[in-house]
């Protein structure tokens, strides 16, 4: 039985994890609405879930990891509006990078990727089968869920009816807007009756478009089951989005959606939750141009999932100057003349320490900050012994834990910039200026073969040198 323990957000407590079917975890999480740039709130949340499955793979078992796309939704029809294009055009082109965004963080694909406009036709069955039970009604050509009608809503976000009803302020404000069509001010829209000039498909309630928490619940019946292992995503997403789905699955199958509910906390700005809203966030590609993929999961896992990270750029740079550090200790792996396949007695007890502090770590809720100490202790270790066969050991051990966590450790520390290339360039190009100077033309003519032998032609002009790529 595994020793792995996490936190469910449904009890409110760590439990043991023991999956419904043997070694097999299927496991859920929301994925972006695709209307803008993401940002490292939203790789926060891609890491987490990305380094779970890895880990949970590295301990035997079987994950169907299924990852969601929002591409229907008023946030993607109104920005597309602004825009003056249409909203398939806006959220293909940021879907798209979100693909190159998760490539670039060395995030491993989900087993699954549905489209909420894949499952238009689903998502409507599931509406008619909760309309047929008593739970979803009809009105003026939209179709709301009927929350009084499952009686454990609020179970997730530990929230009863009444307080819902009094203190929502928005949801009492859309009541009096729609005070003749809902029957509940907390009800919520299955289906939006829309005009024919906006985006949205026919439907037994006229045209329109499904609501958003709708999706999930279908993508899951269809892709997982009724029932799943564990369901993921920010925890901003307890409620209203989860919260509303187990309403949906839980009252049409009478069982359980999901066994284990996990979120993850935020990234904050200056205590900020960070948001597109707030216009405190670096969008993703942003920060990669002048931090690398490892040092961005550095900055999210080491600390705990369910705490938030305060974002700062001294926060990144400590980050980056870290991550140096194991790349430097992870290149005695394969740097050393050692061809040696043994492990000295004295590392391979080291080793099997780190292992058991790396293991005991995160079958402790996934607690990559402790594990990531194990990662240093054993750079630390590469560096204190002078013996090159434990030193490929430590270095082996290191990178292998590291590959768990979705680091590269890629060694780009002799990899330049575009920008640093050029002024490296402009300083070659001012030494053969003084050669020439000097009249010292051997050095100034073996600058310029060299460089040509490299792919760069010097062109000389009473203005001065200039150079180009061959």
């Not at 009604?137 to 809503?153: I, L, R």
């Not at 600390?303 to 790349?327: C, M, Q, W």
């Not at 290339?421 to 050095?443: H, I």
Request: net charge negative.
């Amino acid at each position: 039985m595994t020793s792995l323990y996490l936190f469910n957000t449904l009890s409110g407590k760590k439990e043991q994890f023991i999956p419904l079917d043997g070694k097999t975890v299927r496991m859920y999480a929301c994925g972006p609405t695709v209307y803008d740039s993401s940002h490292l709130g939203h790789a926060r949340m891609a890491i987490v879930w990305d380094v779970i499955q890895r880990y949970l793979r590295s301990i035997g078992y079987n994950v169907i990891f299924v990852r969601n796309i929002t591409d229907v939704d008023d946030k993607i029809i109104n920005r597309a509006k602004e825009l003056g294009i249409s909203p398939d055009q806006l959220s293909r082109q940021y879907t798209y990078e979100f693909w190159r965004d998760m490539y670039a963080l060395n995030v491993m694909p989900p087993d699954f990727e549905p489209k909420a406009t894949e499952f238009i036709g689903p998502m409507i069955q599931f509406i008619k089968e909760l309309i047929e039970k008593g739970h979803a009604y009809e009105a003026d050509g939209d179709v709301y869920f009927d929350v009084a009608s499952f009686k454990e809503y609020g179970k997730l976000s530990k929230q009863n009816l009444e307080q819902l009803q009094s203190g929502a302020r928005e949801q009492v404000r859309a009541q009096e807007e729609l005070q003749n069509v809902k029957r509940n001010p907390v009800d919520f829209a299955l289906w939006k009756g829309s005009n024919k000039d906006e985006l949205g498909w026919p439907s037994p309630w006229g045209y329109g478009r499904p609501g958003w928490h709708l999706e999930c619940s279908t993508m899951i019946r269809t892709v997982l089951g009724e029932t799943i292992d564990i369901h993921g995503g920010g925890e901003d997403l307890v409620f209203p989005h989860h919260e509303n789905e187990i309403a949906q699955s839980e009252s049409l199958f009478n069982k359980s959606l999901a066994k284990y509910w996990m979120h993850n906390s935020f990234v904050q700005v200056s205590a900020e939750k960070m948001s597109k809203s707030l216009g405190n966030f670096k969008t993703i590609n942003d920060l990669l141009q002048n931090y690398s993929a490892d040092t961005l999961r550095l900055l999210v896992l080491q600390t705990h999932y369910r705490n938030p990270i305060d974002f700062t750029a001294e926060s990144l740079a400590g980050a980056k100057t870290a991550v140096l550090r194991l790349v430097r200790a992870a290149a005695f792996a394969v740097q050393s003349n050692d061809n040696s396949s043994s492990v000295p007695a004295k590392a391979t007890k080291v080793i099997a320490e780190a292992e058991t502090q790396f293991t005991e770590a995160m079958d402790n809720d996934f607690n990559t900050a402790v594990a990531i100490s194990t990662l240093f202790s054993l750079s630390d270790k590469v560096f204190q012994t002078k013996d090159s066969a434990e030193q490929r050991a430590y270095a082996s051990a290191l990178v292998k834990h590291a590959k768990i966590l979705g680091f590269t450790l890629a060694d780009t520390r002799t990899e330049v910039q575009p920008e640093t290339a050029r002024g490296v360039m402009a300083l070659v190009l001012e030494l053969r200026k003084n050669a020439r100077e000097s009249k010292d033309y051997a050095t100034s003519d073996l600058i310029r073969t060299q460089l040509a032998q490299l792919g760069i032609n010097v062109m000389d002009s009473p203005g001065g040198a200039t150079w180009e790529k061959t």
